[in-house]
């Protein structure tokens, strides 16, 4: 007569040990938060709107990021224990860099000093445009700004200068005409913001 076989015993768990191992499963992966506040560093002043990534110690990207509210503050959230690198960008520029930021749990109160350009253009709009464009330059602090239209050979088309323009926000309308008074031809254009400490520009398309 054939000898039945044996059944691998099973393990029963305690119901009250299993939110235990689920614990420990999920350990490795538990998430923290960074927060902090962004600010001017010469005026102390909030920077709001401003862009926070996250970097790895090697420099890439986490894919992590959060923007400043009107006081400048911001969170990210969800992270794994680790070291990164924290990049604050306005505008496209980048304002603050900090890093060997050590993450193990919730980090609340990091501060970020954005080293914040004088003045800086933002996107010419509308972008492409058939005639007029607003260009807006946005100011610190005191300072001489010389802002211009030029074609792809570097020629000056139109420009604009002001030897003290105060902080806050400034409109210009370029009304798609040269210095001469005739309409600039279609393609492509730098607008270019320039003042004593930096230079910069956008591209602009005309597309009449």
Do not use: K
């Not at 420990?24 to 709107?49: E, F, H, K, M, R």
């Not at 900090?98 to 972008?127: F, H, I, K, Q």
């Amino acid at each position: 007569m054939q000898t039945p076989r044996r059944l691998p015993q099973t393990i029963a768990i305690p119901l009250l040990v299993l939110p235990t191992l689920f614990l420990l499963a999920a350990a490795p992966g538990l998430a923290a938060s960074i927060c902090g506040t962004v600010t001017d560093a010469v005026t102390a002043q909030p920077v709001s709107q401003a862009g926070v990534f996250l970097r790895t110690q090697a420099g890439a990207y986490t894919g992590d990021h959060a923007a400043t509210d009107a006081a400048g503050g911001f969170c990210i959230d969800g992270l794994v224990a680790g070291t990164y690198i924290l990049e604050v960008r306005v505008d496209d520029y980048v304002v603050a860099y900090r890093t060997g930021v050590e993450v193990a749990d919730d980090l609340s109160d990091v501060p970020l000093a954005a080293d914040l350009p004088a003045a800086r253009l933002a996107l010419p709009w509308p972008n492409p445009s058939n005639g007029g464009v607003q260009l807006r330059i946005s100011v610190t602090r005191d300072t001489p700004v010389t802002l211009g239209v030029y074609d792809l050979r570097g020629r000056l088309v139109r420009s604009w200068s002001d030897p003290a323009v105060a902080p806050g926000d400034h409109d210009y309308l370029w009304d798609g005409l040269g210095a001469d008074g005739r309409p600039a031809p279609s393609g492509l254009y730098l607008v270019r913001i320039t003042t004593p400490a930096d230079t910069h520009s956008r591209p602009l398309v005309l597309a009449r």
